[in-house]
């Protein structure tokens, strides 16, 4: 070890330049084998909110100015920030976020806004570009290429530093060589290297071996020069990474055992001594950094969801419980890198089980006791032993995220204390004690020791090459990660949550998407004995929308809103999507959802000019559409009012650059249009007319603008079943609003290939049956509503061993809205709800009272539902009164459950029972003024 101004005569000799040439290239092209894979990857998982979607960076390329049109010092500001409150150009200041995640590393910071720089396609800015594309900067692209080559590089040149770190410290041309390739092809740094968010480890690391290097030629040469660039080079490292900090930590127990090794016994004291003074000057060097850290960022994380954290309030009597475990994971890790997970889910470990935890504390006390015994031993090769061993437990302690000052602050349901990426910097000192056992064998057991030696090296790195190659695949794109996520941990909410939001957004599967965030839903229940966290009802209401059911979408939405805290800028979002839903469904009872968030909105912000604005339209258009509703001959001033409402609705999500939004204005100029009264009414309505031509004017431009998008994303992914039921949604809307049946028939043809994928999509079946009733076909359209309402009510529907109740509702809810529409075939049609109302009646009844025993209303509510549905359809006033009778058992069930008590007022309304309703929405107004 380079523990002593002199080595030892006739142990090591100087390493020829050629030698170490041979060694540098050997590395290199570790690294190229085990890495040129992860070139061609895409970006995934937090690297689209640090670099894809990060407006900051973006903002910087275009020179574009803040949210508020203000001029921004790009670069003042990621100095003085944490750089994840950076992302939101439409934040009140630069620099300031509601959330913030203890990410203040402006190294790091800044190798993101030089990659951008470079491999930016990135035009500047224009104030003349459409407001959308001014506030969300969405004409920019950022090639990932180069930021993955970015990465790569600092992993390469961290491995040339592992050898010529480990070659300064054992004096051994094997160990050293050894070291450095393992430390190239070691599988459990594909994290750090491949994501490209993990460069935080990678760059500090390369600062950090930097720092040591210098620091040891210093000790070896008395280079004040070297010192200084040791203690600089240890200051940019810190501030790519906290975990930098360990650095004074190893150079402590490096002088334990330099000091064993001076030429004089009075020339070691006095080295000792002198090392003692520069270990606490490094020491020192970590206290003003945090210093300047908290003043430039206000102290770190800030108050709001980060609270809510699953183990931020953990006592640190749990905290050393569990790090015997954290410590043996990492260990384990290191030595059998084969079982990979982002998402590792480590339990939290309770002091007073003192059978788990005290076995391996006292375990791994001992290994470490013997190391330090070692490194104040004489003896060369056993020392080092000690140093690599009580380096690495030096280096692994404070690296999970139980220790408050170095943890990220998360979202609310983080699950792990342990992770892959931590593990980066330990792994210096594993491969160098495995370098060093390596080369013992070179030097003891000759010759034969050398060719043994060369296998073991050669197999292991092309082993550990292979496997990495593997684990870069893996990180592909976000699909492919949370997909292996999931398989390694199916328990993790947070993974069900991005492997179903990949599903949905990146390959458009949204069933399965689905089906993921369902199973958070019941992981959720099942862990915490509570709700789900708020991003999946908020994913649950977005899935639901695209497959056009918006009661439960909107149910969602209403529920995202109470987990989320009810933030005001959230809730403004919530009422406006609900007032859409109302625009789109022509059901006023979403404007009546809407509304009781604005008040709660208002309520906490009554400034909020955006929330007072959209409140006072939805007020309004409410109170037009019940004047419609009166008049069975409207005025031509009430019926523009009312059509007027539909072209203001999809006006302004005609201006939306995301192409959900806008098929939203298709629905709406749908559901204005199809409402508007008889073409004999409107010829005395000339103002109306205008409106109408408005409609059908909007419809034109989003058909052809949506047709293309969703042809082209049908291009990509052509055995999706959700693109080919956006497209039937476009073409027979544009069909109906144009009057071309050539759409129609591409309507037909896309529901068609949803039903044959997907026979139980109760919405493509709906429209389908309307694109056939206005293609003069309703017995066809008959027949498909009764195929999907009979898969609709199969038996074997169940999810987790749970019935999905809203299923038999929905197939009653097909059949009625198919009858509706094929009034050419009334006997047909009634036909179909009769037998589809048969058929669900005695499911939803075995299951309401199969669940009452348990307190499950959801049952009794879903009953009420389909009777509610098929009552009018059939003529069946009692099957009225028996949904009010279900509706209101369904609410003595659940008293804190609003779902019951919104689902009565209108029925009571329609029966005429308008004492019942008042009582009704005192009751709700109760129930919501108690939350």
């Known amino acids: 070890m380079a523990a002593s101004d002199a080595p030892p005569a006739g142990r090591t000799r100087p390493v020829a330049r050629s030698a170490s040439l041979a060694a540098f290239g050997a590395v290199l092209a570790a690294v190229l084998i085990g890495y040129t894979g992860a070139l061609t990857n895409h970006f995934a998982y937090d690297d689209h909110e640090l670099v894809t979607g990060n407006d900051f960076l973006k903002g910087w390329m275009a020179g574009a100015p803040d949210g508020q049109g203000r001029p921004v010092d790009h670069v003042a500001a990621m100095l003085k920030a944490d750089f994840a409150t950076l992302a939101s150009r439409l934040s009140s200041e630069v620099g300031t976020s509601?959330?913030?995640?203890?990410?203040?590393?402006?190294?790091?910071?800044?190798?993101?806004?030089?990659?951008?720089?470079?491999?930016?396609?990135?035009?500047?800015?224009?104030?003349?570009?459409?407001?959308?594309?001014?506030?969300?900067?969405?004409?920019?692209?950022?090639?990932?290429?180069?930021?993955?080559?970015?990465?790569?590089?600092?992993?390469?040149?961290?491995?040339?530093?592992?050898?010529?770190?480990?070659?300064?410290?054992?004096?051994?041309?094997?160990?050293?060589?050894?070291?450095?390739?393992?430390?190239?092809?070691?599988?459990?740094?594909?994290?750090?290297?491949?994501?490209?968010?993990?460069?935080?480890?990678?760059?500090?690391?390369?600062?950090?071996?930097?720092?040591?290097?210098?620091?040891?030629?210093?000790?070896?040469?008395?280079?004040?020069?070297?010192?200084?660039?040791?203690?600089?080079?240890?200051?940019?490292?810190?501030?790519?990474?906290?975990?930098?900090?360990?650095?004074?930590?190893?150079?402590?127990?490096?002088?334990?055992?330099?000091?064993?090794?001076?030429?004089?016994?009075?020339?070691?004291?006095?080295?000792?001594?002198?090392?003692?003074?520069?270990?606490?000057?490094?020491?020192?060097?970590?206290?003003?950094?945090?210093?300047?850290?908290?003043?430039?960022?206000?102290?770190?994380v800030a108050a709001g969801p980060t609270a809510a954290d699953a183990w931020a309030g953990t006592s640190l009597f749990t905290i050393l419980a569990t790090l015997p475990s954290a410590i043996t994971w990492y260990l384990e890790k290191l030595l059998l890198p084969l079982r990979f997970n982002l998402y590792p889910m480590l339990e939290l470990v309770a002091p007073a089980a003192v059978a788990l935890w005290m076995p391996w504390a006292l375990a791994h006390a001992l290994v470490f006791g013997t190391a330090v015994w070692a490194v104040l031993r004489r003896g060369r090769r056993l020392a080092f032993v000690g140093f690599c061993v009580a380096g690495l437990y030096l280096s692994l302690t404070p690296l999970s995220c139980l220790v408050p000052g170095l943890r990220l602050a998360r979202f609310e349901e983080v699950e792990f204390p342990v992770a892959e990426r931590f593990v980066y910097v330990p792994s210096l000192l594993f491969v160098w004690l495995a370098g060093a056992l390596l080369a013992g064998l070179v030097h003891r057991r000759p010759p034969w020791g050398r060719a043994a030696a060369i296998a073991v090296l050669v197999l292991a790195a092309a082993g550990a090459a292979r496997v990495t190659q593997a684990r870069n695949r893996e990180w592909k794109w976000n699909l492919d990660i949370f997909a292996a996520t999931v398989r390694s941990s199916p328990d993790s909410i947070r993974m069900r949550l991005n492997y179903g939001a990949a599903l949905t957004n990146d390959v458009w599967q949204v069933r399965e998407g689905r089906l993921h965030f369902e199973r958070g839903q019941v992981l959720s229940e099942r862990q915490w004995g509570r709700a789900a966290p708020p991003q999946l009802p908020n994913a649950l209401a977005d899935v639901n929308y695209l497959r056009k059911e918006l009661p439960l979408a909107a149910g969602y939405l209403r529920r995202a809103f109470e987990l989320f805290g009810r933030p005001v800028e959230y809730g403004n979002r919530v009422a406006v999507t609900l007032s859409i839903y109302a625009a789109i469904s022509a059901d006023p009872?979403?404007?009546?959802?809407?509304?009781?968030?604005?008040?709660?909105?208002?309520?906490?912000?009554?400034?909020?000019?955006?929330?007072?604005?959209?409140?006072?339209?939805?007020?309004?258009?409410?109170?037009?559409?019940?004047?419609?509703?009166?008049?069975?001959?409207?005025?031509?001033?009430?019926?523009?009012?009312?059509?007027?409402?539909?072209?203001?609705?999809?006006?302004?999500?005609?201006?939306?650059?995301?192409?959900?939004?806008?098929?939203?204005?298709?629905?709406?100029?749908?559901?204005?249009?199809?409402?508007?009264?008889?073409?004999?009414?409107?010829?005395?309505?000339?103002?109306?007319?205008?409106?109408?031509?408005?409609?059908?004017?909007?419809?034109?431009?989003?058909?052809?603008?949506?047709?293309?998008?969703?042809?082209?994303?049908?291009?990509?992914?052509?055995?999706?079943?959700?693109?080919?039921?956006?497209?039937?949604?476009?073409?027979?809307?544009?069909?109906?609003?144009?009057?071309?049946?050539?759409?129609?028939?591409?309507?037909?043809?896309?529901?068609?290939?949803?039903?044959?994928?997907?026979?139980?999509?109760?919405?493509?079946?709906?429209?389908?049956?309307?694109?056939?009733?206005?293609?003069?076909?309703?017995?066809?359209?008959?027949?498909?509503?009764?195929?999907?309402?009979?898969?609709?009510?199969?038996?074997?529907?169940?999810?987790?061993?749970?019935?999905?109740?809203?299923?038999?509702?929905?197939?009653?809810?097909?059949?009625?809205?198919?009858?509706?529409?094929?009034?050419?075939?009334?006997?047909?049609?009634?036909?179909?709800?009769?037998?589809?109302?048969?058929?669900?009646?005695?499911?939803?009844?075995?299951?309401?009272?199969?669940?009452?025993?348990?307190?499950?209303?959801?049952?009794?509510s879903?009953?009420?539902?389909?009777?509610?549905?098929?009552?009018?359809?059939?003529?069946?006033?009692?099957?009225?009164?028996?949904?009010?009778?279900?509706?209101?058992?369904?609410?003595?069930?659940?008293?804190?459950?609003?779902?019951?008590?919104?689902?009565l007022i209108p029925l009571y309304r329609q029966v005429g029972r308008h004492g019942d309703a008042r009582a009704a929405e005192a009751r709700l107004a109760e129930l919501r003024a108690r939350r």
């Open 98 to 300: 509601a959330l913030r995640i203890n990410y203040y590393r402006p190294v790091i910071a800044l190798s993101y806004m030089a990659d951008t720089w470079f491999w930016g396609e990135i035009a500047p800015w224009d104030p003349k570009r459409p407001a959308a594309e001014r506030a969300t900067l969405e004409w920019t692209r950022i090639n990932p290429v180069g930021f993955h080559l970015t990465n790569v590089l600092f992993h390469a040149l961290n491995s040339l530093l592992v050898y010529a770190v480990g070659l300064a410290l054992v004096r051994r041309y094997w160990a050293a060589l050894a070291a450095g390739l393992l430390f190239a092809t070691h599988p459990m740094h594909t994290e750090s290297v491949t994501w490209i968010a993990g460069r935080t480890d990678v760059i500090a690391t390369t600062f950090l071996l930097a720092a040591f290097w210098a620091y040891l030629r210093h000790r070896r040469r008395g280079s004040r020069l070297a010192l200084a660039a040791a203690a600089g080079l240890f200051l940019v490292a810190l501030f790519a990474k906290e975990m930098a900090a360990v650095l004074p930590l190893l150079l402590l127990v490096h002088e334990g055992v330099r000091a064993r090794f001076g030429p004089h016994p009075d020339g070691a004291a006095r080295g000792r001594r002198r090392g003692l003074v520069l270990v606490a000057g490094f020491a020192a060097l970590i206290a003003p950094y945090f210093l300047l850290k908290t003043a430039l960022t206000g102290g770190g």
């Open 589 to 860: 009872r979403y404007f009546g959802d809407a509304l009781d968030v604005f008040r709660q909105v208002l309520t906490q912000a009554p400034h909020h000019e955006m929330a007072r604005m959209s409140a006072a339209f939805a007020h309004e258009t409410l109170q037009v559409w019940e004047r419609h509703a009166r008049e069975s001959i409207p005025s031509d001033a009430v019926v523009q009012d009312f059509a007027r409402s539909f072209e203001i609705t999809a006006g302004s999500l005609q201006e939306d650059t995301d192409p959900r939004r806008r098929l939203m204005a298709l629905q709406a100029v749908e559901t204005g249009l199809t409402r508007l009264p008889p073409a004999e009414v409107l010829a005395g309505l000339p103002q109306t007319q205008q409106v109408r031509r408005l409609l059908v004017q909007r419809a034109g431009a989003l058909h052809r603008n949506l047709a293309e998008h969703y042809a082209g994303l049908l291009a990509r992914f052509p055995d999706r079943p959700a693109l080919h039921f956006l497209l039937g949604e476009v073409h027979r809307i544009g069909g109906l609003a144009l009057a071309r049946d050539d759409w129609l028939h591409e309507a037909r043809r896309h529901y068609a290939a949803v039903l044959a994928a997907e026979p139980d999509h109760g919405a493509a079946a709906i429209g389908l049956a309307d694109a056939l009733v206005r293609l003069g076909e309703p017995g066809a359209a008959i027949d498909a509503a009764r195929r999907t309402a009979g898969e609709l009510l199969r038996e074997d529907r169940s999810w987790e061993g749970r019935p999905l109740l809203s299923w038999p509702t929905r197939a009653v809810e097909v059949a009625v809205r198919v009858a509706h529409a094929a009034r050419a075939a009334p006997e047909a049609g009634r036909a179909l709800v009769r037998e589809t109302w048969e058929g669900a009646l005695g499911v939803l009844e075995r299951r309401a009272r199969d669940e009452e025993a348990g307190g499950g209303w959801q049952a009794w």
């Open 862 to 903: 879903a009953f009420a539902a389909a009777e509610a549905e098929a009552a009018s359809a059939l003529g069946r006033p009692a099957l009225l009164e028996q949904a009010i009778a279900h509706f209101r058992r369904a609410a003595e069930l659940a008293p804190h459950v609003e779902l019951p008590l919104t689902s």
